[in-house]
Structure formats: C-alpha cells, structure tokens
C-alpha cells in the first residue's frame, strides 16, 4: 500500500486534520506537493510559496521524511507514483479535482463549505445569516501528534517559483513566511485592540496573518482559540464566506453575480490603470496604498477599500482590473477573499455594499491617518506637509508647497481626477443602469 499526504493549502504538519488521520492510518504516508499544470499564481504568491515549501521541508526533514514536489495533473501523477490512497484537504477552489481513492477532509475552513446550506436547502447570498448559521454549526476538531516514518522517496521536480523582477526582494524585509512565523505573529497580535484600532493604517492593528492563512500554515481554528475579539472572529467567517462565494457561484472571478452590471460604462483607460497601480493617482491615501501593495506584498484592508472605490467609481475601470492586480502583487492573495472584495466594493456582489457609496478619499483619509503617518511612510515626498493638508496637497497655499519642497505636477502628481465631478459621473451612470 503507499499513501500519500497531497498538500494543497495547508502547509503544515501540525494541527493538520487530514494529514493526521493518514498517518493514523499509514505512519508511512507519502508527503507530496503538487503544482498544478492549470494553476495561476500571482509574483507576489509565488514568492511566498517557494519560500513556504522550503520551511515546510525542512520540519518534515526535522522528522526524517521527505516532502515531494512534482508538477503537472495531480490524477495522472498519483497514479504514476502508484497511490493506493491519497488524504487531502479540500481547498473548495472552482480549479480543485478529484482524484482516484482520495479521501478529502475538511481541515481548512471552519465549515463544510460545498454542503453548508441555508434552510431552504440554497447557498447563502448574504453573509449575516451566513454568520449566524455558522456560529451553530461551528465544531472544532480534536488532532493530537502526527506519528510520521520515513520510507522510500520519490525524485521531485524544480518548481522554479522565484519571480525574477526586482521588487520581489523588498518582501524579504516585510515577511517571513512558514508555519514558525505565523504562530509568533498570532502569539504576537493584540486582539482585544483589534475593533478600536483596525480601521488606522498606521497602527498595527491588525494580525497580519492572511498570508499564512491563505497558505495553510496555520489553521483557521487555531486562529480562533487564540483570540477572544468577536470582531476579529467575524472576519474569520468572512474569509469563510469569499471561499463560499466562489464555490457556490463558481463564474463570478471574472463575472458580476448581478447581471446588471453587465451593463456599467466602464472605460479602457490604460494610463489611468498604469497610475493607479503605481500610485500616482494625486490622492495621497490611495497612492500610500499602492506604494505599501508595491513594497511589501500587501495593504491594510481600510485602504483596500479606499483604493478599490476610487478604481471603480473615480476611474469608471472595471473591478477586474483591479483583482488582477491585487492577484498579481497580494502576497495573501485568495480567489475567494479577493472576488468578494472587489464585487462588494463595486455593489455587484451577493451582499456588497451599495454602489452609490462612493468613498471619499481626502475624507477618508483624515478620518483613518488624521495625522498622516501611513501616508508620510510611503509617500516620503510628502514628509513636510503638515496634517491639515496632507491628503490634500493641491489645496495647500502656495507657501506651504514651497516650505514643504513640494511641486505639484514635478515631484507629486495633481489629482489626475476631480472626485466630486467622477462622483456625480459614477451615480448618474449606476441610475441609467438601473432602469
């Protein structure tokens, strides 16, 4: 008999649901991954994989056993590698396939995502009764040590996962991926600080753990016996809801799941796009988001929101524009969690919010870096100015720029859009579309 362990988004050993009834069944278990010949992953996620699976290796190697990685069709490599049984757990993706004597558990999401119904036997479409459900029904499984032995290895295939471009290497000095680091930072995060402090993005407010989420390094139930705040639980759940939205509604990465928004102007403007993403955009919040995403794999979720609004409803560019770009550069990028993000900031999701709140991002701005402090750490061009003016330089006297060292147009760009008037544009369009 050889059975194999099939990582998927779950790299880790410990509090591995899966992996532990296979090595209750078999201590001889075949750890493998697979790179999937059909899988996309963005720079920023192949990065951290790479670097992921090599501190996954090493703690199998700590135990004596060999983690195996190979690319291409998981069905036709099992069987070449002769697997009588293959332990899995299921990641729930629209790309996931079976495959012969798997036998697939749920030890990644809190819920049983594909059987989790709402009482009229239909997916759930707005996450409060989604919430609510999962509350009942939450269970968390009990896995003592995994007993692995060494046995036989198998040849592994080189992934080559390493992006080439330069600004991969400033992710080194923002993350640590690998199970070791994610649970520091949960040992480390403050959750009881978390509903009064997680809207500024200039405080370490939140836990940072997405990534290690996203890759399995750590489990969702573990997460959740190590914190107390209900708002952060809640979070949890909606991390549980964007897998569900893409499982239950498997055409919405690239399609509205209302219909009408088939029918929204958007517009094919690629040098507004090229601004946007380098964040050059004039609005300080938003372009000190952007930086922040460029830098180091990833952006406070207050200012996701800031950002997507200002793509959807100042630019009048497609939503998925803006999920390709998060995919590409986000080191916790995730099929679901990045769908429903950006189809509820455009209002064409399930439960979004409403198209006609359009942030405001001066507004937005003063209220969560009313000092200006997250804007200052990525936009050093701006350092002089002081608060009142700092997310709106192109208002500040003439006097001000020239103490400041600030050239509107030279060294920070003039708002390359006007807010108000793109605001006005954005709801016009969302009535005609509405009729």
Known sequence: MTTFFWHQEDLRIDQNFALYHAAKEDPYVHPIYILSDQQTLGEASCWWLHHSLESLKKEYKDRGVSLTLR????????????????????????LEKKVKNGHPFNGNHLVDIGAFLNQSGRPFEVFTPFYKALLKELEFPRIGEVQLKSRQTFKSDSLDLLPKKDWIKTLEAAWEPGRPSALKRLK????????????????????????????????????????????????LCWREFGTYFITHF????????????????????????????????GYPIIDAGMRQLWKEGW???????????????????????????????????????????????????????????IFNPVLQGEKFDPEGIFVKTYCPELQKLPPEWIHK???????????????????????????????????????????
């Open 188 to 235: 480390a995060f403050e959750d009881e600080l978390y509903e009064t402090e997680r809207d500024f993005p200039a405080i370490e407010g939140t836990s940072r753990l997405s990534p290690h989420l996203h890759f399995g390094e750590i489990s969702p139930f573990e997460v959740w016996e190590a914190t107390k705040s209900e708002a952060y639980q809640r979070q």
């Open 299 to 357: 952006m406070h979720n207050r200012v996701r929101m800031i950002v997507a609004s200002f793509l959807i409803k100042d630019l009048f560019i497609h939503w998925k524009e803006g999920a390709a770009w998060f995919w590409d550069t986000l080191v916790d990028a995730d099929l679901g969690n990045n769908t429903l993000g950006w189809q509820w900031v455009a209002g064409s999701g399930p439960d979004a919010s409403p198209f006609f709140r």
């Open 250 to 281: 498997p055409k919405t990465p690239t399609q509205n799941w209302r219909e009408k928004f088939d029918q929204f102007p958007w517009e094919n403007n690629p040098e507004a796009l090229k601004k946007w993403r380098k964040g050059k955009t």
């Open 393 to 435: 330089p192109w208002m500040a006297p003439s006097e001000v720029l020239e103490h400041c060292d600030i050239v509107l147009g030279k060294n920070y760009p003039h708002p390359m859009v006007d807010h108000k008037e793109m605001r006005e544009k954005a709801l016009a369009a969302f009535f005609i579309m509405q009729r």
């Open 71 to 94: 690319i291409g069709d998981p069905q036709k490599i099992f069987q070449e590698l002769g697997a009588s049984k293959v332990f899995y757990n299921q990641t729930f993706s629209p």
